[in-house]
């Protein structure tokens, strides 16, 4: 069992910047494939980022490259969304999600979530 814990939303102003954080419980952190998904008011859940369980691979969604860094430090058990240049279409409640397989993770079909933070960019 993972437990997933988001921080770090809020409100910035578009072309700003925040970092998220998603700390998880356990001692088995490392053999976890992580991501980050996010869900906008009125529209359903969307992949934004993943990563494998040692860091070496990331995948993410067209608008956010260039933009967005998925990253994780096993020792800490915490996996990280650092967001630059936001825009107010980034304005989602954003979830970060576990599983022993990284593919699953892609796809939405993590057997772990968060709760959400919520990150709101005012224009």
């Known amino acids: 069992q993972v437990q997933l814990v988001e921080s770090g939303g809020g409100l910035v102003q578009a072309g700003g910047s925040l970092r998220l954080s998603c700390a998880a419980s356990?001692?088995?952190?490392?053999?976890?494939?992580m991501g980050w998904f996010r869900q906008a008011p009125g529209k359903g859940r969307e992949f934004v980022a993943a990563i494998s369980k040692a860091g070496t691979t990331t995948y993410y969604r067209d608008s956010v490259k260039g933009r967005f860094t998925i990253s994780r430090d096993n020792a800490r058990s915490t996996m990280y969304l650092q967001m630059n240049s936001l825009k107010p279409e980034d304005t989602a409640v954003y979830y970060c999600?576990?599983?022993?397989?990284?593919?699953?993770?892609?796809?939405?079909?993590?057997?772990?979530w968060g709760q959400g933070t919520q990150v709101t960019v005012s224009s």
């Open positions: 999600a576990a599983d022993e397989s990284t593919t699953a993770v892609r796809n939405g079909l993590g057997d772990f």
């Open positions: 356990g001692r088995t952190f490392g053999t976890y494939g």
